[in-house]
């Protein structure tokens, strides 16, 4: 049984803890918690800010490979969490719609928020796309993950079976994607990035290493043909 407590600061992070690791763990003992006892909205916004942030340090290592300045760097970041939540509403928002809509299945937005935020719980790993080729894997595997914990809330949210479940997460998830690769919408966030980081093009940090790598190369390359003359 959880028990959610925000009156001290150290039950306050005890409290995330716990909620965090039992949404990791598909229990959905903790997110009826986080719905039905007083601060769940809070903890559900600090569980999104927690996830938040952690991918945040994954991708600040791409922006130091891309030598972002210090005030740009600041800025890029808050674009990138901003982005985060704007997703994190969409999807919330594609899913209450849908299930009033299709399934005929009722609940106030405010409970559809605070699953699907909860469900981003597994970015709490996000500091480790970090990680030079194998970020990119991982990130898509934290991907995965939050959908099936999503697929457990919404299951479990509006007492649908997992047909139905299944059927509106998908939808939900098709809806979000849909909206974030609509030309119009990429041309902005490139837009944004160019002004915020003030770079015109994002280089990744495997291609970053990659380049890096073969100019060692190459530079012992013609040592060694220096040495040979």
Known sequence: MYQIDVSTI???LVSL???ITGVLSFDADAYIAVLTQDGGGRMALAVLFVSTLSLSIGQSVVLFAN???RRRFVL????SATLLVIGVYIWATAVWLLAALVFDAYQ???NVFIVVSLSYAPLVYGFLVLLPYLGNIIYMILRVWIFLVLLMAVQALFRFGWFDAILCSVLGWFVLELIVRIPMITAVE???W???SGKKALAETHDIVTE???SVRTSAQAWEDEDAE
């Open 190 to 192: 490139q837009w944004l």
């Open 212 to 214: 890096f790598v073969q």
């Open 76 to 79: 890029s970041l808050m674009l």
């Open 194 to 196: 160019r002004l915020f």
């Open 10 to 12: 150290s039950g306050f």
């Open 108 to 110: 106030s937005f405010r």
């Open 17 to 19: 803890w716990a909620i």
């Open 67 to 69: 030598r972002v300045g």
